[in-house]
């Protein structure tokens, strides 16, 4: 797992060179003498704050940033890196008495149903030689991530309501396939393609704002 903090505060060279490692599991790395590739393959999770002093769209905090701040901030962050970030959540601040409340779900619990998904993906990919949904290529997506006639339908209204790239689509798909993997659902429904949606956070809000 790799983990960055503070995205933005990234150089924007050191950002793009996560692009193939991302999208392909792998890194070259070319000099004079000729090149090398690596194997990459690794969980990228990035956190970032929604605008330089941090409360922009939180509820009782005011934010001292102007538009082109804010803009300025986000666009440090490149459209084919954020395409490449299959879950975007927004995380808001804690009020005080959720701070003493006990806790929800058992870990116990979740790490079950989330191994009881991977078997499905297992047993699934088998064939292929692939374990897990984030791996499949684009034509595995189509083969593997059907939709029905109203799933599309749903996703084509997302992608012009939120003006996705094609990229986005397979990742989508991927999501929305593993969200019901974890129910345990043999297809792909509208519900689990909502949910995906629900998890490009920077597409629907702050992204683009920073356009």
């Known amino acids: 797992m790799l983990f960055l903090d503070e995205l933005p505060e990234f150089g924007r060279g050191v950002l793009e060179v996560l692009r193939q490692p991302m999208e392909e ?53 490149s459209g084919p890196l954020l395409d490449r970030i299959d879950l975007q959540v927004e995380v808001g601040a804690v009020p005080f008495d959720k701070l003493t409340e006990e806790a929800g779900e058992r870990s116990a619990d979740i790490r079950a149903r989330v191994v009881r998904a991977l078997t499905l993906q297992r047993e699934r990919l088998a064939s292929i030689g692939s374990e897990c949904n984030a791996h499949l290529s684009r034509k595995q997506v189509g083969e593997l991530c059907a939709l029905s006639e109203e799933g599309r339908a749903f996703l084509r209204m997302a992608f012009d309501s939120l003006s996705l790239s094609a990229r986005s689509y397979d990742r989508l798909c991927k999501v929305a396939r593993t969200i019901a993997d974890l129910e345990g659902a043999a ?10 949606v629900r998890y490009r956070a920077l597409d629907r809000k702050y992204w683009q704002r920073g356009r």
């Not at 890194?27 to 004079?32: E, M, P, Q």
């Open 25 to 77: 599991g792998r890194i070259t790395l070319s000099r004079a003498a000729g090149s090398v590739t690596y194997p990459s393959r690794c969980m990228v999770v990035v956190a970032l704050n929604p605008c330089p002093c941090g409360h922009f769209g939180q509820a009782g905090r005011r934010c001292t940033c102007g538009e082109a701040e804010i803009a300025r901030y986000l666009r440090r962050i």
């Open 187 to 196: 297809d792909i429904g509208v519900p689990h393609l909502a949910e995906a």
